[in-house]
């Protein structure tokens, strides 16, 4: 069996690169996926006529047989439905549509997910292909952006300067609303159908939106849903958790393949020179990312075609200076702190897509 399997995989990987992926279809849950010979089980016999038929050697005129063996829904019989049938056999994957994916910790939501997809690789092509076209494809949208300063904490400050009699709450409000104004969102945004976007849309200064794979995602949620407009169209509802990270090592993250890491690093370095100085830190310092969820809403088009309705990137980076000196009111009060700890909670909505 095993060198069944890597005789197969050897094919597969001479001519995996020859192959695209195209759109994706939504998958029925009353179909075994993967089952050529529809013997009601997936095997490697099944991988290698699927391979055949991908390598054009066979040709499936059966619709139904067809469709058992599309197990990544793009329309088309190839390599990638071999691999992954191959991967099911030596149990590194799965066909079988679920809800939230096995083998996935669901970070978003307790509740199940309903059946849309054969495998959480078909999902995640399915969100990095439909983000990606807008930077193919150019339509216009609408960015907007929300910041808020959660779970600000001083453990100890000491104050002197020529203003004297500041408490160390009133020390701890200065300070809050510095941060505040350092964080208030961009204004809104709006790009015209055909204008460039790889600036207005993360990932900035790159042609692709996501980039990111089945195996770096910590958690995943598909759904049914309607856009909140008059004409309660049907989507496809993909929610992505990414695992918290150190700010400094974000770019080799998850999260540095949906957000621009030098950008989240400048904003936030920022932030602490501005209000706390660039001398601020000490050993203990820490900058993380966390909380990062991702939203994406495509409106069903046909069962073969989606358009991006709304995206949604979430995240909150939490900042904690071991120590600070501080000038407040003008420089006239300083304040000595220490163990300066705060969230600010990030989202950023893209909508009103005009594709």
């Not at 970070?107 to 997809?117: A, D, E, Y």
């Not at 709304?310 to 600070?324: G, M, P």
């Amino acid at each position: 069996m095993i060198k069944k399997i890597l005789c197969v995989l050897t094919v597969v990987a001479m001519i995996f690169s020859l192959c695209a992926v195209s759109a994706y279809a939504l998958v029925d849950p009353n179909i075994l996926y993967g089952d050529f010979d529809g013997d009601n089980d997936v095997d490697t016999d099944d991988a290698s006529a699927v391979l055949k038929a991908a390598a054009g050697l066979s040709s499936i005129k059966d619709s139904l047989v067809e469709k058992r063996c599309d197990v990544n829904g793009d329309g088309e019989i190839t390599v990638f439905d071999a691999r992954q049938i191959l991967r099911s056999c030596a149990n590194l994957s799965y066909l079988q549509p679920t809800g939230v994916f096995s083998g996935f910790e669901d970070t978003t939501k307790n509740s199940g997910g309903v059946n849309l997809f054969a495998s959480p690789e078909v999902a995640i092509s399915f969100f990095n292909n439909g983000l990606n076209a807008v930077k193919y494809n150019m339509p216009g949208f609408t960015r907007s952006e929300t910041a808020d300063v959660l779970n600000f904490n001083i453990q100890n400050a000491s104050l002197s300067g020529i203003v004297m009699g500041e408490s160390a709450s009133s020390v701890a409000a200065m300070i809050e609303s510095m941060i505040v104004k350092e964080t208030e969102p961009e204004a809104v945004q709006v790009s015209l159908r055909g204008d460039n976007c790889d600036n207005a849309m993360s990932v900035e200064t790159e042609n692709y939106v996501s980039k990111l794979s089945a195996d770096e995602v910590l958690g995943i949620k598909c759904s049914n849903g309607v856009t909140d407009d008059e004409a309660q169209l049907k989507t496809v509802v993909i929610e992505v958790a990414l695992a918290d990270t150190e700010l400094d090592n974000v770019s080799q993250t998850a999260v540095g393949d949906v957000l621009n890491a030098k950008i989240l690093q400048e904003n936030t370095n920022t932030v602490v020179a501005n209000v706390f100085g660039t001398n601020a830190g000490g050993d203990a310092t820490r900058k993380t990312i966390k909380n990062c969820v991702l939203k994406a809403e495509f409106i069903v088009i046909s069962d073969s075609k989606y358009e991006l309705y709304r995206y949604t990137t979430s995240y909150e980076t939490e900042t904690y200076i071991s120590n600070s000196t501080v000038g407040l009111n003008g420089g006239v009060l300083s304040a000595e702190l220490r163990g300066v700890e705060y969230d600010t909670a990030i989202s950023v909505i893209y909508t009103d897509f005009q594709w």
